[in-house]
T-cell receptor, first 114, second 111 residues
Framework: NAGVTQTPKFQVLKTGQSMTLQCAQD?????MSWYRQDPGMGLRLIHY???????DQGEVPNGYNVSRSTTEDFPLRLLSAAPSQTSVYFC?????????????FGPGTRLTVL | LAKTTQPISMDSYEGQEVNITCSHN???????ITWYQQFPSQGPRFIIQ???TKVTNEVASLFIPADRKSSTLSLPRVSLSDTAVYYC????????????FGKGTMLLVSP
C-alpha cells in the first residue's frame, strides 16, 4: 500500500513551457485534491475531484487544468508555466466523508519556473 | 467560510507540554476540527480530529469548548522531533472547495 505518490519530485521549467504533475493513490479514495504551498502562505486548494469524471475549482485554479479519468489518478497540468507558479505542489486523497475523515498527502513536487 | 487563526510561532523545550490554540469563530454546526503536522519537505500528516469536548489519541489531545469557537491542540512532553508546522483545519461539511489550511503554527522545540 503506497498511499499517495507524486512524480516528479523536482522540476525546473522555463516560462511558457507546459508539463503535467502526476498523482496516484491506491486507497480507493473518491476525493482527490491539489494544493500549492508558498512560503508563509500555508496550503491553498487548486482543484479537487469527488470521483472519476468530476472535477471542480478550489481557491487558486487559474493557470491549472485537471482531469480524473480513473479513481486512482489525478494529474495536474500547467499549460503555460509562469514564474508565479513556482511553488511546492501537494496532492491529497480522502474518502468522501471529508468533514470526518483525514486527508492523506503525497510527498510533494517542488516546481521552479524560470 | 470558517477561517482559522493560529499563532505564527511557538517555542518550547524538550519534556514540556505545548498547547496551540486555534480560533474559528464562524464554525458551522456540522464542521469538524482537524489538526495536521508538517515537517520540512514533506506533506502534512493527520494528528487528531474532534467535534466537541475532548479527544485523545496516542500523540495528542484536542480540547474544544462548548461554543466551539476555538480549539486547543495539546502535545504532552514534546521532543526535538516535534519541531514542525501545525495546521488547524475546519472541515466544511457543506463544500469541498472550502477546505483551506491557514498559515499554521511553527513549533520549535529546543534541548
Amino acid at each position: 500500500n503506497a498511499g499517495v505518490t507524486q512524480t516528479p519530485k523536482f522540476q525546473v521549467l522555463k516560462t511558457g513551457q507546459s508539463m503535467t504533475l502526476q498523482c496516484a493513490q491506491d486507497m480507493n479514495h473518491e476525493y482527490m485534491s491539489w494544493y500549492r504551498q508558498d512560503p508563509g502562505m500555508g496550503l491553498r486548494l487548486i482543484h479537487y475531484s469527488v470521483g472519476a469524471g468530476i472535477t471542480d475549482q478550489g481557491e487558486v485554479p487559474n493557470g491549472y487544468n485537471v482531469s480524473r479519468s480513473t479513481t486512482e489518478d489525478f494529474p495536474l497540468r500547467l499549460l503555460s508555466a509562469a514564474p508565479s507558479q513556482t511553488s511546492v505542489y501537494f496532492c491529497a486523497s480522502s474518502s468522501l466523508a471529508l468533514h470526518t475523515d483525514t486527508q492523506y498527502f503525497g510527498p510533494g513536487t517542488r516546481l521552479t519556473v524560470l | 467560510l470558517a477561517k482559522t487563526t493560529q499563532p505564527i510561532s511557538m517555542d518550547s523545550y524538550e519534556g514540556q507540554e505545548v498547547n496551540i490554540t486555534c480560533s474559528h469563530n464562524n464554525i458551522a454546526t456540522n464542521d469538524y476540527i482537524t489538526w495536521y503536522q508538517q515537517f520540512p519537505s514533506q506533506g502534512p500528516r493527520f494528528i487528531i480530529q474532534g467535534y466537541k469536548t475532548k479527544v485523545t489519541n496516542e500523540v495528542a489531545s484536542l480540547f474544544i469548548p462548548a461554543d466551539r469557537k476555538s480549539s486547543t491542540l495539546s502535545l504532552p512532553r514534546v521532543s526535538l522531533s516535534d519541531t514542525a508546522v501545525y495546521y488547524c483545519l475546519v472541515a466544511m461539511n457543506s463544500g469541498y472547495s472550502t477546505l483551506t489550511f491557514g498559515k499554521g503554527t511553527m513549533l520549535l522545540v529546543s534541548p
